[in-house]
């Protein structure tokens, strides 16, 4: 069973590479501003603006600005929406989710000396990746029935259980794929039992996130240095639920009516990484920062889980579902480095206008099978192959007068493909705040659109989709 498992499992990694489901490649690598609703009101835009819990997973050396102790809560809304487009229609889903985007305590150290300190504990929602979709259009070219027959290939009936349990085994057992024998009586290989035209939809109900709890450390040394480390433990949580049907819409393959597939991935794990930052403030109105985060060593499990259902004329149905004996497959997942610089003005009274600019090379991502030296190589040089370093900015604003805050901010998350500039994410942002001697509270608004590649099997027509998140978040905070 464990070689059935790492089967799905390369199979899983090698459709990323392809960028067949570009929201899936990067997935488990790819991070975004988190934290408070100052923070994301502003775009993120922290790398050196500091006095934020946030700044613990962008730039630990900001923490040394606090000049309060701090706790910190951000409970947040999402609200998604995507359209899909699958041979020349478009379908439109939503969903909606409640989660905590942080939770903070900082607590500063106030004495007059030179070299002060700052100690931070709590977490950072860094993904969110909830989402919900449907695909639906009529396809009068192919069947992923003729897809399980290739892969089934010539394996023999009897050994499709033990080679192929979660697809062409399960394929044969409900009659989608039928053995072909020559003259010979030798077994030639299998086909599929709709060639095409057929109604096909695709239905997605994703879950989950990735939290990074943390112990930071900020430094001051004469309100013009500042250092900062992050020792963080990120929790990974992701659940995919995707059913995919097939339906002779027109009538037209005799006593077949319908079929359909339900696929079901949950992972979970653990990460560990660290942070390093520096900001240099030569004037009191200009701060400039630099951090490095190292890779984050992930991890992580996978449970897989198969049913289909076919369905005939006459009433007739077959069930098969993927053995249940099957403990999960784990495997690490190392992130790349990461590099932060940012840049900032800030005018005591009146506001601040932020910088950041982060690199980040996917190619230098790397997975590591346990045991499968030969095929760790393989799937690491593919994602060299297919992967590019990326550039991401990110600006923000705040305007202040008396109490009172007003916010805007911009990213741009540039395409971890090569050759697929359009893979890019770009998120639009902007807050309202309240900031009192001992008191604060913030709101935040964060649109993102993002723009995908998938498909359910290999040889599938691709879907185009347009996703639209929209957050809502609010920061309650109190110092002392």
């Given at each position: 069973m464990?070689?059935?498992?790492?089967?799905?499992i390369?199979?899983?990694f090698?459709l990323q590479t392809?960028?067949?489901?570009?929201?899936?490649?990067?997935?488990?690598?790819?991070?975004?501003?988190?934290?408070?609703?100052?923070?994301?009101g502003?775009?993120?835009a922290?790398?050196?603006?500091?006095?934020?819990?946030s700044?613990?997973?962008?730039?630990p050396a900001g923490l040394?600005?606090y000049?309060?102790s701090e706790m910190?809560?951000?409970?947040s809304?999402?609200?998604?929406?995507?359209d899909a487009?699958?041979?020349g229609?478009?379908t439109t889903?939503k969903r909606?989710a409640?989660?905590?985007?942080?939770?903070?305590?900082?607590f500063?150290?106030?004495?007059?000396r030179?070299?002060k300190?700052?100690f931070?504990?709590?977490f950072?929602r860094?993904a969110n990746y909830n989402?919900r979709?449907?695909?639906d259009?009529?396809?009068?070219?192919?069947?992923?029935?003729?897809?399980?027959?290739?892969i089934?290939?010539?394996?023999?009936e009897?050994?499709?259980a033990?080679?192929?349990?979660?697809?062409?085994a399960?394929?044969?057992f409900?009659?989608l794929i039928d053995p072909?024998?020559?003259a010979n009586?030798?077994?030639?290989?299998y086909e599929?039992?709709?060639?095409?035209?057929?109604?096909?939809t695709?239905?997605?109900?994703?879950?989950?996130?990735?939290e990074?709890?943390?112990?930071?450390?900020?430094?001051?040394?004469k309100?013009?240095?500042?250092?900062?480390?992050?020792?963080?433990?990120?929790y990974?949580?992701?659940k995919?639920?995707v059913?995919?049907t097939?339906?002779?819409?027109?009538n037209v393959?005799?006593?077949?009516e319908?079929y359909?597939?339900?696929?079901?991935?949950r992972t979970?794990?653990?990460?560990?990484?660290?942070k390093?930052?520096?900001?240099?403030?030569?004037?009191?109105q200009?701060?400039?920062?630099?951090?490095?985060?190292?890779?984050t060593?992930n991890t992580?499990?996978?449970l897989?889980?198969?049913?289909?259902v076919?369905?005939?004329?006459?009433?007739q149905?077959?069930?098969q579902?993927?053995?249940?004996?099957?403990a999960?497959?784990?495997?690490?997942?190392?992130?790349p480095?990461?590099?932060t610089t940012?840049?900032s003005?800030?005018v005591?009274n009146?506001?601040?206008?932020s910088?950041?600019?982060e690199?980040v090379?996917?190619?230098?991502a790397e997975?590591n099978?346990?045991?499968y030296t030969q095929?760790?190589s393989?799937?690491?040089?593919d994602i060299?192959n297919?992967?590019q370093?990326?550039s991401?900015f990110k600006?923000?604003?705040?305007?202040a007068?008396?109490?009172?805050?007003v916010?805007?901010g911009?990213?741009y998350y540039g395409s971890p493909?090569?050759?697929?500039?359009?893979?890019?994410?770009?998120?639009?942002?902007?807050?309202?705040?309240?900031?009192e001697?001992?008191?604060?509270?913030?709101?935040?608004?964060v649109?993102?659109i993002n723009?995908?590649d998938?498909r359910f099997?290999t040889?599938?027509?691709?879907?185009?989709?347009?996703?639209t998140?929209?957050?809502?978040?609010?920061?309650?905070?109190?110092?002392f």
């Open positions: 464990k070689k059935s498992i790492l089967l799905l390369c199979s899983f090698a392809q960028a067949q489901t570009a929201s899936d490649a990067f997935r488990y690598s790819e991070t975004i501003a988190g934290g408070t609703a100052r923070s994301l502003a775009g993120g922290f790398g050196s603006l500091g006095a934020d819990f700044s613990a997973s962008i730039n040394g600005l000049t309060k910190t809560i951000t409970p809304l999402s609200f998604s929406s995507t487009d699958f041979l229609t478009t889903d909606s409640f989660s905590l985007n942080n939770i903070g305590f900082v500063a150290n106030n004495n007059k030179d070299l300190s700052t931070a504990i709590g950072n860094l989402n979709f449907i695909a259009g009529y396809n009068t070219n192919g069947s992923i029935t003729n897809y399980y027959a290739g089934a290939g010539t394996t023999p009897a050994d499709l033990t080679e192929r349990p979660f697809d062409a399960l394929a044969y409900t009659y072909v024998y020559n009586g030798s077994l030639t290989g599929g039992h709709t060639p095409n035209n057929v109604q096909q695709t239905s997605a109900y994703v879950k989950g996130g990735k990074e709890y943390l112990m930071a450390l900020g430094l001051d040394y309100d013009k240095l500042y250092f900062g480390a992050t020792l963080g433990l990120p990974t949580h992701y995919s639920e059913e995919y097939e339906t002779d819409k027109n393959h005799g006593d077949y319908s359909r597939e339900i696929n079901t991935l979970q794990g653990l990460g560990i990484n660290g390093f930052g520096m900001i240099y403030r030569p004037i009191e200009l701060r400039i920062g630099i951090a490095a985060h190292t890779p060593r992580l499990e996978d897989y889980d198969v049913s289909m076919s369905n005939f004329t006459g009433g149905q077959y069930t579902d993927s053995p249940d004996d099957n999960g497959f784990k495997y690490i997942i190392s992130s480095w990461r590099v940012g840049i003005g800030i005591k009146l506001g601040f206008l910088f950041d600019y690199w090379d996917y190619s230098q997975i099978l346990d045991g095929l760790t393989d799937i690491n040089r060299r297919n992967y370093a990326a991401n600006v923000g604003a705040e305007f007068r008396d109490i009172f805050r916010r805007a911009y990213n493909y090569k050759n697929q500039d359009n893979l890019n994410r770009q998120t639009i942002s902007a807050g309202l705040g309240i900031r001697n001992k008191i604060s509270a913030d709101v935040a608004f649109r993102g723009k995908n998938y099997y040889e599938a027509p691709t879907a185009n989709l347009n996703t998140n929209n957050n809502l978040l609010f920061t309650f905070g109190l110092r």
